[in-house]
């Protein structure tokens, strides 16, 4: 009596059987899911000060059918990027055109919510498609140049460019060590002396010098 096809490795006498074709489109069903996967930003827009913008992605693991050929994946345009915000606070690191990260596919159609920013109904029938993805970065990136963070146990801030506090008010409760020019453009308090307004006792012609600052 022949074996009966079974889960797992199927003999070449079952190539034709019912068990067969359902398997293989089951595995077709299964393989259009939308999978989270890795992916490369092409482009990006709507950084810095603005809205959350989008993203152009392509999947890295590239398609592949029965024989084993490979094909890559086109590119998505306008998937929406994840930034750290909550209300009005917002944490800004925006993606940059290099950067890999995470493709993660909605259920359903997701343009009408990506043009109104709010709920809406789906833009079509299909489901669980690449084109409505939405991007999550920080995955298998480089050593960066620029950071903020803790390094060890002490905290570091590095940029190319300036370091801006606009705040209505900045307490620091620490020794403070800075290599380079400190410019302020208000009065300066150190204690209760003030840079623009101290004065010095103790002033007299020749070659006497100042007390300290009151």
């Not at 690191?93 to 109104?116: E, M, Q, Y």
């Amino acid at each position: 009596m022949p074996d009966k096809p079974y889960f797992g490795s199927l003999k070449a006498s079952d190539s034709a059987s019912d068990f067969t074709a359902v398997n293989a489109a089951i595995r077709r069903i299964l393989s259009m899911g939308g999978a989270p996967t890795l992916v490369e930003v092409k482009a990006v827009n709507g950084v810095g000060l603005n809205p959350v913008g989008f993203v152009d992605i392509q999947a890295l693991v590239h398609q592949q059918d029965g024989l084993g050929r490979t094909m890559p994946h086109g590119t998505i345009h306008g998937a929406p990027y994840a930034r750290l915000q909550g209300g009005k606070r917002a944490f800004l690191c925006d993606p940059t055109v290099g950067d890999i990260g995470l493709a993660i596919i909605c259920a359903r159609d997701i343009s009408n919510v990506k043009a109104n920013r709010k709920a809406s109904a789906p833009g079509s029938f299909r489901q669980s498609d690449l084109a409505d993805a939405v991007y999550l970065g920080g995955y298998l990136n480089a050593a960066p140049e620029e950071y903020c963070g803790w390094v060890g146990s002490d905290f570091h801030v590095k940029t190319a460019g300036k370091f801006i506090v606009d705040a209505a008010e900045c307490d620091i409760n620490c020794k403070v060590n800075v290599s380079g020019d400190i410019v302020a453009t208000g009065d300066v308090t150190a204690g209760n002396i003030s840079l623009e307004k101290h004065v010095h006792g103790g002033v007299q012609g020749g070659s006497a010098k100042t007390t300290t600052p009151e």
